[in-house]
């Protein structure tokens, strides 16, 4: 562990609509000075938000406010809540290894308690990772076997019966189309009843 290097604590409270049935996880937010927003994945370079366009609006830009260099946060904020979708990240504390956005320069030194997050969601049915990164945090806290991209394991909390998506990741370094990662999440919300087809 490199006590050198300052240790970053989130700069985020946990998204956490009471009636969520998924809760999404990536690792943990880009340095300030890339953010567009004051929320999750608020880097204009990361595809999340265009994922959703694709899906949820079939527009990859419904949530790009393109004159303005930033992404949409009310809109966003107002469809994470209408289709029940909590957000956070799998670390609560990092040290930035290289000091940059990069998963595999961080370094976590503060695992997010995801058992307590899910315990505040009593809908919640899965959890989703967004990343490598995520996938290696969170299976240190839920004894699950990593799923393939773009599928589930089944795992049980409590007694109740959940799934542990392991889906693309969806910054740009990650060598797959974005169309072909909005599939992949298109699948998973297809599969939880999330998604009118």
């Not at 956490?16 to 809760?23: G, K, N, R, S």
Request: glycine residues 4%; aromatic residues 10%; charged residues 25%.
């Amino acid at each position: 562990m490199n006590t050198t290097i300052a240790e970053e604590r989130h700069p985020l409270q946990p998204f956490l609509p009471l009636h969520a049935q998924l809760l999404m996880l990536g690792s943990f937010p880009p340095p300030q000075k890339r953010w567009s927003m004051n929320f999750f994945y608020p880097n204009l370079q990361n595809d999340m938000w265009r994922i959703f366009g694709l899906i949820f609006k079939a527009d990859k830009l419904a949530f790009v406010d393109v004159e303005e260099k930033r992404f949409k946060q009310q809109p966003i904020e107002a469809l994470l809540l209408e289709k029940g979708i909590a957000l956070y990240d799998t670390a609560t504390a990092v040290r930035r290894l290289q000091g940059n956005a990069s998963d595999k320069f961080l370094e976590v030194t503060e695992p997010t308690d995801v058992v307590a997050l899910l315990r505040a969601l009593p809908q919640c049915r899965a959890v989703a990772v967004t990343g490598q990164k995520a996938t290696d945090t969170l299976r240190q806290t839920l004894s699950v076997e990593e799923p393939a991209v773009g599928s589930f394991r089944p795992f049980s909390l409590d007694g109740r019966s959940m799934r542990f998506y392991r889906m693309p990741s969806s910054s740009r370094a990650y060598p797959m189309k974005l169309e072909k990662k909005a599939e992949a999440y298109r699948y998973m919300f297809c599969d939880l009843g999330m998604l009118d087809e």
